[in-house]
């Protein structure tokens, strides 16, 4: 199969459209903004809509209004776009409609800087606007994936009536690596619930506004039952060298590659590494975490922020095994650093 | 030699730092390898330098990224200056001498330097220096071989004009032509 070197924001925007997506809704923003050019390149050829809304707010209102026509949409941004969009996030989550959100993110707070980072990650797996729901959140980790999981997040969006997410950090956007293009998608889905004309039947109506208590709860009650059925079945991750590692490092996204790189060297020093790269950051993959809990001597979560993502490792462990962190913000830690905090904590523990 | 492979190029941003950079991924990917290439994008382009990492493997590519590059391509001092100490030890270090006024530091590595300028004004090419540099880096190391490169500058240079390309060759083929008489 050829290989074509391709930009990660294009692999991304191009899966897009081989996954049907015709309606691009966005507000330009570094490290993302070659999604949005290359949308708007092609969209137009192909009877798709590309606007350049005049604010993130905007946008996402743009594709809620999309989606409830049942036409795969997206928009993309970072950090502080994200942020701007998520009342219309809760809006969507609310209407049950499919849509795609990528986060190619940079660091904050505030307006913070255009490096990579991966501080969003509570923002991304709690919901992230107001009230109680959550949005699938998929993290690639090469530019392969930047088309794969985007292929693949429409199919989530439209199976579970969901926003799904894509959260890569920057340099994802940004690096070029051999891909292969995949075929055209051809499997769709029924929308019988989008807003298509009514004629012949009856109107079906988009609306996340319930002032009666009980249909309220009831309303909540239908998201949860579907939220536990997408934790049932969509939790994936990524496992390297676990079953006799004594220290367990997690990361994601590109993090993870270099994670595992330093895991290799790690180990020619005699330490015993694995790694457990979480795919879904939503759904988390907590039951890959049993077994480790019960093998390793310690966990390591690596991560572009404060210290996010280790919460969630820490619930998963549940006290079983100790879980320690190390980030950086503005930078990407390398291969060499992650190795020697490795041959640190082996020293400091006697592993 | 390794069967993985990471050159860092760095200059100032318009020295055309970061099209040799994917030029060489390009090649190594028509050359049937995994490569990798990844900019700097961040704030550091804006002021200094620019500078961008590729990487060349005969397997998978775990992390694209690295401290300690095992080569180094350097266009402008200030590039010498921030990564010298990174290069791996015994490594090597290709050095546009016309912009840099001091000799490295270290004395492990092994340094190859060209007058580039004066190089580029020889063929009355001087927007072409990337290509000279990496005509001569590729001659010298063999990361990819020269046959290899030039049987693939079309498809690397799509929808550039045809002027354009040749331009490019003739600077690549000048800086081939360098390394194998003074390196």
């Given at each position: 199969m050829e290989k074509v070197l391709m930009k990660g924001n294009e692999a991304l925007a191009e899966g897009a459209l081989i996954a049907g997506c015709r309606g691009f809704f966005g507000y330009p923003i570094t490290p993302s903004s070659e999604i949005a050019e290359y949308m708007a390149r092609k969209l137009p050829g192909l009877g798709g809509v590309f606007v350049q809304a005049e604010s993130e707010l905007a946008a996402i209102n743009m594709v809620y209004g999309g989606s409830s026509t049942g036409t795969r949409v997206m928009t993309a941004s970072s950090g502080p776009g994200i942020s701007l969009k998520q009342e219309g996030i809760s809006f969507i989550a609310e209407a049950e409609l499919p849509c795609l959100i990528v986060n190619v993110s940079r660091g904050g707070p505030g307006l913070g800087g255009i490096q990579p980072s991966q501080a969003d990650y509570f923002q991304a797996t709690r919901g992230g606007g107001h009230g109680d729901y959550r949005v699938i959140v998929l993290a690639p980790s090469g530019t392969q994936e930047m088309m794969d999981y985007t292929i693949e997040a429409f199919d989530l969006a439209d199976r579970y009536r969901t926003p799904v997410m894509i959260m890569a950090e920057g340099t994802l956007g940004n690096i070029m690596e051999p891909i292969i293009v995949r075929d055209p998608v051809e499997k769709f889905y029924d929308k019988p619930w989008a807003i298509t004309g009514c004629k012949g039947r009856k109107p079906n109506i988009v609306n996340t506004l319930h002032l009666a208590s009980d249909f309220l709860e009831e309303r909540n009650r239908i998201l949860q039952a579907k939220y536990k059925l997408i934790e049932q079945n969509e939790k994936r991750a990524e496992t390297f060298l676990t079953d006799d590692a004594d220290v367990i490092v997690v990361a994601f996204g590109l993090m993870a590659r270099i994670v595992k790189k330093a895991v290799m060297e790690a180990r020619k020093n005699g330490v015993k590494a694995g790694l457990i790269r979480p795919i879904t950051l939503w759904p988390f993959p907590d039951e890959h975490f049993k077994k480790v809990a019960e093998t390793a001597r310690m966990v390591l979560s690596v991560e572009i922020s404060m210290g996010q993502m280790v919460e969630d490792i820490r619930l998963s462990v549940n006290g079983r095994v100790p879980v320690e962190f190390y980030g950086r913000i503005g930078f990407t830690p390398n291969p060499e650093e992650i190795t020697q905090q490795l041959l640190l904590l082996a020293e400091r523990e006697g592993f | 030699m390794d069967s993985e492979k990471q050159v860092l190029f760095a200059g100032f941003g318009g020295q055309g730092?970061?099209?040799?950079?994917?030029?060489?991924?390009?090649?190594?990917?028509?050359?049937?390898?995994?490569?990798?290439?990844?900019?700097?994008?961040?704030?550091?382009?804006?002021?200094?330098t620019a500078n961008c990492l590729v990487t060349i493997a005969a397997e998978e590519i775990s992390s694209p990224l690295t401290e300690n590059p095992v080569m180094a391509i350097i266009m402008n001092k200030p590039s010498l200056d921030k990564f010298e100490m990174k290069i791996k030890p015994n490594g090597t270090l290709i050095i546009n001498s016309s912009l840099v006024d001091r000799p490295p530091v270290r004395d492990d590595l092994k340094v190859l330097a060209m007058p580039l300028t004066q190089v580029a004004e020889e063929i009355n090419n001087t927007r072409g220096s990337n290509m000279i540099m990496l005509g001569a880096y590729l001659e010298k190391t063999g990361v990819v071989k020269v046959e290899d490169a030039l049987k693939h500058f079309e498809k690397i240079f799509k929808g550039k004009k045809e002027s354009v390309i040749n331009k490019n060759r003739e600077a690549f083929l000048a800086g081939v032509e360098y390394a194998r008489n003074n390196w």
């Open positions: - | 730092v970061l099209s040799m950079g994917q030029f060489l991924a390009y090649a190594g990917m028509e050359a049937g390898k995994n490569v990798s290439w990844v900019p700097s994008y961040g704030a550091e382009m804006r002021g200094g």
